[in-house]
């Protein structure tokens, strides 16, 4: 891959490298779009500065959480959508564990995820056979397709993707087509401190939309919680006055 306006080859870059597993997730940045950085965390004169060795990035940190010595145990078979994947950092991660993962975001993002996803798992010459993972087209708000919910995903990861209140209703409306009352899908958020009133908007929406929401890593730059279609209530409910 290469940059226009330079010619400089964008490499595959390590990402991310388990600490429990030989885990290793490569991806290839791209400045000129949204969708194809990892973002950091934090709050600045700069919300979307490019900082992908920053600890606190969202993705970075969602990851980090799901690390654990029981990691490939836990995932193995977990069917896990991923949205507004932009890099797929975490559902590459997942799907090394054996989780059978599906990356969606908006169709000009899809090959780079695909790119990403050979970055990961087709290095040196040797292709993962035993890797379940796609990348599919899911533009928040719209129809869902029936192949995401044959059968319904038992995860769904969601990593600083509530940064813009305009996209609210839309992710929404998608997460309550993804996860009918009775669904057992879990899930995860990990979301970067930028714009706190903006962010807190969703999660106020999320609850009275019926599902329960569980704060996992309080931190003051990504804050990791996870959910189920539910009662609408929360353990941490007066974060979001």
Partial sequence: MCDNKNGNERVPRL??????SDARIFTIEDPSAIAFRIWPAGMSDSPLKLDIDSPSCAARAL????????????WAGRRVLELGSGCGMVGMLLAWWGAKVTLTDLPDVLDHL??????TFEREGQTRK????TAKAL?????????????????IVIADCIYHPALHPLLLRTLCALCPPGSETRI????????PRKQNRFFRRFLK????LRLLSPANEATIRSAVPGTGRSDDQNAFV
């Avoid at 990402?15 to 429990?20: A, I, P, Q, R």
């Avoid at 035993?130 to 993972?133: L, Q």
Wanted: hydrophobic share 35%; net charge negative.
């Fill in 15 to 20: 990402t991310f490298e388990s600490s429990h």
């Fill in 63 to 74: 990851c980090r959480f799901f690390d654990r010595p029981s990691a490939a145990k836990e």
């Fill in 114 to 119: 695909r790119k990403n996803i050979a970055a």
């Fill in 130 to 133: 035993d890797v379940s993972i």
């Fill in 139 to 155: 533009a928040w708000g719209g129809p869902v397709d029936s192949s995401f919910l044959s059968p319904p995903p038992d995860d």
């Fill in 188 to 195: 995860w958020f990990s979301e970067t401190l930028r714009w």
């Fill in 209 to 212: 939309a019926g599902f329960s």
